[in-house]
């Protein structure tokens, strides 16, 4: 649902500021006497693709740029730390100062702050924590991410700073699926009936408890949030505003980037990152992301319900070239389903080589053949001709798209690619209508394959929209969840992975670094795969 308008006196008086907010020096006009380090004062100014669509996360979608902003507004139980390439992430206090686990593990019990206030002055306590975990699980309201809570049975409040979870089992992400949603206001939200969450817009009774608030909102244009004084992280947040501003156009935002007039870009186009690096008043950061591309055929379609084509046609592009030439060294060749920067990842997988005297071969094996002397293959009096489908907005994908129609050529296949629009290729995709598509995933730091590489079924949600089936990975991935130690976990892992990249329901392509640009006069900054606002509450400007 979309925000309609701007909500409270809190918030008219915000759009009353945005002028001045935006027009004002960025920066603090002048630092303590002979002090180091961050200080107190100005505003950071963000270029955005989209505006927020809500501020209830149970109500959106699962957008990740809606989540990172979610971040700011509301707490969590604690926070994740970026540490998922040894181990299972580790958490820091947030709302909870400590935790234990039970003597069996099937309990833990968390600690609250009592010094935590919602915007309206209302504490935050343990009903607001049990009513977020209500919400989460209620097939009405229908959130994303509805089964990460499966092997939770109950949220008991002890007293108004103490709850329990409880568990129907032991495993290796209790602390995560705990931790997963942000807290929301039972007093404030808990009013509306649950079969009226999807239609509500919750801008209108929005209370939050985070280190910003919002303080205004001009729909499809800005969003300011400023310091949430009650927060009690203090005196942090140091930066006064945080300014959103919506710039559908990465190229318009990377010229008012140059030009001054924002402060940060979240996504760099890798052909623009030199001329943002070698700028002397801006920073490159780059990082690898959690984000990985690949092309997904549709296993329910011939031929590509064939593993031996599938796997020719992975073998017949020359995906190191494909990666180096459009992302211009920055990405990685992927390897198989779990991301090579995560601990669960197989070391001992090795890239599907490029090797076409084999994609020949697997091709013939399969009943393809030149039958007529054209240059095409063909098996049954059909050429393989098949639709190579793309975001038509994406000139990353489109550049892909061209350089694997080449690729394909030389073994005989004949790919056309195929520009669509966004939400019309997701319907697509949804509904199985497609041959092949370039899509891209961001991979959560739970490493489930639930999910995307399970046999898709009426009664579960999926993101397998290939209709990738393999009775042996379903069962490995049903073991692997259930287990409670993750070095026993690794070597189910290990298998799957080995399995699915031996089947190649996809073609793994790349695996792609973030790139941010930002003013140098910005400190404090620590971009991460986990968000880009992931200490925004130590960001301060710098001299």
């Not at 100005?42 to 740029?65: I, K």
């Not at 593990?105 to 935050?124: Q, S």
């Not at 949030?225 to 190229?251: F, H, K, Q």
């Not at 393999?470 to 399995?499: C, F, G, T």
């Amino acid at each position: 649902m979309n925000p309609r308008h701007a909500r409270s006196p809190l918030v008219a008086l915000g759009l009353a500021m945005v002028a001045s907010a935006c027009s004002d020096k960025p920066y603090p006009a002048t630092a303590p006497d002979g002090a180091e380090g961050p200080r107190r004062g100005g505003q950071c100014v963000v270029g955005a693709l989209a505006d927020v669509s809500t501020f209830n996360e149970y109500q959106s979608a699962g957008d990740s740029y809606e989540l990172q902003l979610m971040e700011l507004l509301f707490p969590s139980l604690m926070v994740e730390q970026p540490d998922f390439e040894l181990h299972p992430p580790s958490f820091a206090p947030s709302l909870a100062t400590s935790w234990e686990f039970s003597q069996d593990n099937r309990v833990i019990t968390f600690h609250l702050r009592p010094d935590a206030r919602w915007t309206d002055g209302v504490p935050v306590t343990a009903n607001d924590v049990r009513f977020t975990y209500l919400v989460q699980k209620d097939e009405r309201i229908g959130a994303p991410g509805l089964e990460i809570k499966d092997y939770i049975t109950d949220v008991e409040v002890k007293d108004a700073h103490t709850v329990a979870f409880h568990f129907s089992r032991v495993y290796p992400y209790q602390l995560m699926d705990a931790n997963d949603g942000h807290i929301i206001p039972e007093h404030a939200w808990g009013k509306v009936p649950m079969d009226k969450w999807r239609a509500t817009d919750f801008e209108e009774i929005l209370v939050t408890s985070g280190p910003f608030r919002v303080a205004a909102h001009n729909p499809q244009q800005t969003l300011i949030l400023e310091r949430d004084p009650a927060w009690w992280g203090a005196p942090r947040p140091y930066l006064d505003r945080l300014v959103l501003r919506v710039i559908p156009d990465i190229a318009s935002q990377l010229a008012q980037l140059v030009a001054g007039e924002i402060h940060l870009v979240e996504v760099v186009p890798p052909r623009e990152a030199g001329r943002i690096r070698d700028h002397t008043e801006l920073e490159l950061v780059e990082y690898p992301s959690r984000r990985w591309g690949f092309v997904a055929w549709n296993n329910r379609r011939a031929p590509f319900t064939d593993r031996r084509v599938r796997k020719a046609l992975s073998l017949a592009v020359n995906r190191k070239a494909l990666v180096d030439s459009v992302y211009f060294g920055h990405a990685r060749l992927a390897v198989g389903p779990v991301l090579s920067s995560m601990w669960a990842f197989n070391r001992n997988l090795a890239p599907l080589p490029y090797d076409l005297a084999q994609a020949r071969a697997l091709l013939a094996e399969a009943g393809w053949r030149d039958s007529d002397g054209d240059g095409i293959l063909d098996r049954g009096g059909k050429p393989f001709v098949f639709d190579l489908a793309y975001p038509s907005a994406n000139s990353l994908r489109a550049d892909m798209a061209v350089i694997i129609q080449a690729d394909l050529a030389r073994v005989g296949v004949v790919c056309r690619p195929q520009q669509v629009e966004y939400a019309a290729l997701l319907a697509r995709l949804d509904a199985g209508q497609f041959d092949a598509s370039i899509s891209a995933w961001a991979e959560a730091t739970k490493v489930d394959l639930t999910a995307p590489w399970t046999t898709p079924s009426d009664t579960q949600g999926t993101s397998n929209f290939m209709g990738y089936s393999n009775p042996e990975v379903d069962r490995l991935i049903a073991a692997a969840r259930e287990e409670a130690d993750y070095a026993r976990a690794k070597v189910l892992l290990d298998r799957i992975q080995e399995i699915i990249v031996d089947d190649q329901p996809v073609t793994f392509i790349y695996e792609a670094n973030d790139l941010v640009g930002i003013s140098r006069r910005i400190r404090g900054a620590d971009f991460n795969a986990l968000s880009t606002f992931f200490n925004i509450d130590e960001w301060y400007w710098g001299p």
